[in-house]
């Protein structure tokens, strides 16, 4: 994966990406040998944010959000890096995980066109 975005921008994806499936990720992480980070390098000045949304996520899957958050954060890190991994080749692939906004953009693409016409 050749985006030349910094591991610390690529796992925030991953963590929005992961918290965003339905299902609830394997806690079994085979690979403790990856990248370490702190949790400011990680997640910078929007630590809040994102704990936040984990937080949420954990409520919803009847986790308890205070003991269970370090290990479905570690678990929603590796399985949305593991999705990223699948879906993204280089920068340009970027897009195409945002839906909403490639959707309204079309919407105003076709306007436009139609004006045109």
């Keep these: 994966m050749k985006t030349g975005l910094t591991p610390n921008i690529l796992c925030r994806i991953g963590l929005c990406l992961s918290i965003a499936e339905p299902s609830i990720p394997d806690t079994k992480i085979d690979d403790e040998k990856g990248q370490e980070f702190?949790?400011?390098?990680?997640?910078?000045e929007w630590d809040p944010f994102f704990i936040s949304i984990l937080r949420e996520r954990l409520?919803?899957?009847?986790?308890d959000p205070e003991s269970d958050l370090?290990?479905?954060?570690?678990?929603?890190?590796?399985?949305?890096?593991?999705?990223l991994q699948s879906r993204i080749k280089d920068l340009s692939d970027i897009y195409d995980l945002l839906p909403a906004e490639t959707e309204r953009?079309?919407?105003?693409?076709n306007k436009n066109d139609k004006k045109w016409k």
């Design 105 to 109: 953009k079309n919407k105003n693409k």
């Design 38 to 44: 702190s949790r400011y390098t990680l997640l910078g």
């Design 70 to 83: 370090l290990v479905q954060f570690k678990a929603h890190i590796n399985r949305g890096i593991m999705m």
């Design 59 to 63: 409520i919803h899957d009847n986790l």
